[in-house]
């Protein structure tokens, strides 16, 4: 009896690691996912004017979970700029941004033409244009097409026809 227990130890310390590996595969590719969706997002929105920076800026804090994700899209195009991923502190104004991805619930100024993601829930008075919500085991997006508006960008029918929401 006692000689078959390192064998079921094994085996049951194998299968808790095979979950926890699991689990966090699907944290993994959950950041990938968002990742892909800002790429789309900023494929299907419009900015007002030309832009002013020769490359596509995309600003988030280099300690978030989707800096890694973001920076794996680095060189692909956005029309005909280059996409480029910068580090911002949200507790200063960021630089000239195209796309500016905000974590959590503290709110955020408007920004001229800058498309604001937030990656959770979109809060009243808030100038996220597009959420990403986790909604069970599925990443969807919200728009508010008003605070778009108020920074100048307009979203594709297409782009608008997908969201869970769109105010």
């Known amino acids: 009896m006692f000689r078959h227990m390192p064998i079921r ?3 049951l310390i194998g299968s ?22 800002i790429y789309n997002f900023a494929l299907f929105t419009t900015w007002q004017g030309p832009s002013n ?3 596509f ?11 890694n994700s973001l920076q794996r ?6 029309g005909t700029r280059q996409w480029a991923v910068y580090p911002v502190s949200l507790a ?3 630089p000239r941004c195209d796309v500016l991805v905000v974590s959590g619930s503290a709110s955020t100024p408007a920004y001229p033409a800058t498309l ?17 919500v986790t909604e069970g085991n599925h990443v969807r997006f919200d728009i508010d097409t008003r605070a778009a508006r108020r920074s100048g960008l307009t ?12 105010l």
């Open 116 to 132: 604001i993601v937030r990656d959770g829930e979109l809060s009243p008075n808030d100038s996220a244009a597009i959420a990403l």
């Open 155 to 166: 979203f594709s029918s297409k782009l608008l026809s997908l969201a869970r929401s769109v």
């Open 16 to 37: 808790v690691l095979m979950i926890v590996s699991t689990s966090t595969f699907g944290q993994a590719d959950d950041v990938a996912l968002k990742a892909a969706f």
């Open 9 to 11: 130890i094994a085996v």
């Open 57 to 67: 800026r995309v600003c988030t804090t280099s300690d978030g979970e989707l800096w």
């Open 73 to 78: 899209l680095r060189g692909k195009r956005v």
């Open 53 to 55: 920076t020769p490359d």
């Open 92 to 94: 200063e104004t960021p």
